[in-house]
């Protein structure tokens, strides 16, 4: 396959980014749907949802509500289904919090007649960043892959390490 | 294409780089090694065509990254076919050792009731 080398956002100078890219057999409308649908996000995203009315400078949040805290942000840019921009603060640990702000875009390009090209990009992170803040992109994105082409859950060990969590009571 | 572009030293050794210090030129990239400009140019392009490598703009820049996401690929489709098993069994060895500690099943029958 062919690259698209002027594809993607361009960076600020001096910004340090992590690129995470993946094709998938989908519609973008489809593919944003999983992003922002809470229930769809959480069986990719280690079982956690997240919440949002997703207007342009609406804030959002990533948790399994009483269990565990993953992050929060605005969403800075909402275009759908192309582009989503959102800042985002890691809750998960007191080490990843003290890393602070970084910005995450997701950016969705329809490829041939039936695919998706999605990139994700984790910018503006500190130079030396705690690699655990955009540690988990490529199980959530491969996770992502599987649920949009199959319908299935991924189940590698940890890959739903909070879903059924918080919903063990009922 | 993943593995073909994994097959050289050479690209193991940009990716190597890449992980390093993500996010490099080219001419970052060449100095690093006892290769042409083009040579490296070459190899950027196997592991671009393979996801492995991704570009991104900065100012007039064009910078390398490693792009990880098609190895997790790999790795869910073939491994975690082996890992499952595993992580239940470890899980299960845990569930029964500390049962015993607690002396409440004897070891078999605690065997045959977590089936």
């Keep these: 396959m062919e690259p698209y080398p002027e594809a993607g ?5 001096d910004d340090t980014a992590a690129v995470f890219e993946i094709y998938i057999k989908t519609t973008p409308e489809r593919l944003w749907e999983a992003i922002t649908d809470r ?4 069986r990719y995203s280690f079982g956690v949802g997240t919440e949002s009315d997703w207007s342009e400078g609406s804030t959002y949040r990533s948790s399994v509500p009483g269990v565990i805290d993953i992050a929060e942000g605005e969403n800075v840019e909402v275009d759908p289904p192309r582009r989503l921009v959102q800042s985002f603060t890691a809750l998960w640990s007191d080490e ?4 602070g702000t970084s910005r995450v875009t997701w ?24 690699g655990e803040i955009y540690g988990g ?3 959530i994105l491969s996770g992502l892959k599987t649920l949009l082409e199959t319908g299935e859950d991924l189940t590698t060990p940890g890959s739903l390490r909070y879903s059924g969590v918080a919903s063990s009571g009922g | ?10 690209r193991r050794e940009l990716l190597d780089e890449l992980r390093r210090d993500d996010g490099q030129t080219l001419s970052e990239l060449s100095a690093g090694l006892p290769m042409s400009r083009f040579g490296v140019m070459k190899h950027l392009g196997v592991l671009e065509e393979a996801n492995l490598v991704v570009t ?17 690929l790999i790795h869910d489709r073939w491994v975690s076919k082996y890992a499952e098993p595993l992580a239940a069994t470890l899980s299960g060895i845990k569930r029964e050792l500390e049962e015993e500690q607690h002396g409440a099943v004897p070891r078999g029958r605690n065997r045959a009731a977590s089936r």
């Design chain 2, 56 to 72: 991104r703009r900065r100012g007039r820049e064009k910078l390398h990254f490693l792009n990880p996401v098609p190895i997790r």
């Design chain 1, 137 to 139: 992109w490529p199980q």
């Design chain 1, 39 to 42: 229930e769809m996000r959480a």
């Design chain 1, 107 to 130: 950016e969705i390009e329809p490829v041939g007649d039936d695919s998706c090209r999605l990139i994700v990009t984790h910018s503006e992170l500190s130079k030396g960043a705690n």
């Design chain 1, 9 to 13: 956002i361009a960076l600020h100078p």
């Design chain 1, 96 to 99: 990843v919090r003290s890393a």
């Design chain 2, 1 to 10: 294409m993943v593995f073909r572009a994994l097959a050289a030293p050479t």
